[in-house]
């Protein structure tokens, strides 16, 4: 939360990266594979998300994980336009989606 105010793209990657980690933490805590087989047409990401909601993520989280993903990519593409009060909502959400993935812990 610290870097919205001064570097808010900044903000949006770190906040990101900590989401995908929450994700790997659930993943070893379940012994579930890294990663996507190397024949599927998806991504690793969208393979390791629809496990995710195997294991119970709502649809309303899941949804939440798209809509931050797309954010994510837009704050990357085009980062004059995040502005901070953009990027401390983005990391209240990444928090939100967070303390859901940890339930399924």
Do not use: I, N
Not at 17 to 39: F, T
């Amino acid at each position: 939360m610290d870097l919205t105010e001064h570097g808010p793209v900044a903000a949006v990657c770190v906040a990101w990266l900590c989401l995908l980690d929450c994700v790997a933490e659930l993943q070893r805590a379940h012994g579930a594979g890294q990663g996507a087989d190397s024949l599927s047409p998806r991504s690793p990401l969208v393979e390791t998300w629809l496990w995710v909601v195997d294991l119970g993520l709502s649809p309303e989280a899941h949804q939440l994980f798209a809509r931050l993903q797309a954010l994510w990519r837009e704050a990357l593409r085009d980062p004059h336009l995040v502005t901070s009060a953009a990027a401390r909502d983005y990391v209240r959400s990444c928090h939100a989606l967070a303390a859901e993935l940890r339930k399924l812990l």
